[in-house]
């Protein structure tokens, strides 16, 4: 539980709960909003769950230390650890990472089709939605995934570093998590 007291009645930004997935970078799990003029203080409890949708495919990749960030304010990090202890009736079971190439799809079409489908037909893309929660996008769902671009978490650290909310260290880790995965190319 994040517990928030005596904000001020210009206080209105948003505070990120960052999962590690590394032992030097995050990635954004939930957001949440705060308005100083609405309300001086609020509870916030945070359950993070095994899912698909939330890119967590297991309980490791729960566990560990976990920041959370008050964004646009001078307010410092948090940090606080996920154990793998768990509550008992808590589902622990993994999900798959990797999804094949949905059944609707039809191999000897382009999958270009179906995305085209899905960007003009409202009552396409709703029936995706309905039928296919477990793809992230119509792209993946016909095996046509985006091409790898740069993470949200690393963005946001970008952003921190600029207003001085995290430190050189941790941009520093952004960059080399970046080069890493091959996202960014230095010569």
Not at 57 to 71: A, H, K, N
Not at 162 to 176: C, F, G, M, P, T
């Amino acid at each position: 539980m994040l517990r928030v007291i005596g904000l001020d009645i210009d206080e209105k930004e948003e505070i990120a709960f960052m999962r590690p997935i590394s032992e030097i970078a995050f990635k954004e799990y939930t957001t949440i909003s705060f308005d100083g003029a609405k309300k001086e203080g609020f509870n916030f409890y945070i359950d993070p769950q095994i899912s698909a949708a939330s890119e967590i495919y297991s309980i490791d990749e729960l566990v560990g230390g976990w920041i959370v960030v008050f964004r646009e304010t001078n307010y410092q990090v948090l940090k606080f650890n996920i154990t793998e202890k768990v509550l008992s009736g808590t589902n622990t079971e993994s999900v798959p990472k990797k999804l094949t190439i949905a059944s609707f799809v039809d191999k000897t079409k382009n999958p270009q089709s179906y995305i085209d489908r899905y960007n003009n037909e409202p009552t396409y893309k709703k029936w995706f939605h309905e039928n296919y929660p477990g793809y992230d996008s119509i792209e993946q769902a016909v095996g046509l995934e985006l091409t790898q671009k740069i993470p949200d978490w690393v963005k946001n650290i970008f952003g921190w570093y600029a207003a001085d909310q995290v430190s050189e260290d941790e941009l520093l880790n952004a960059i080399k998590y970046l080069i890493n995965e091959g996202i960014l190319v230095v010569d």
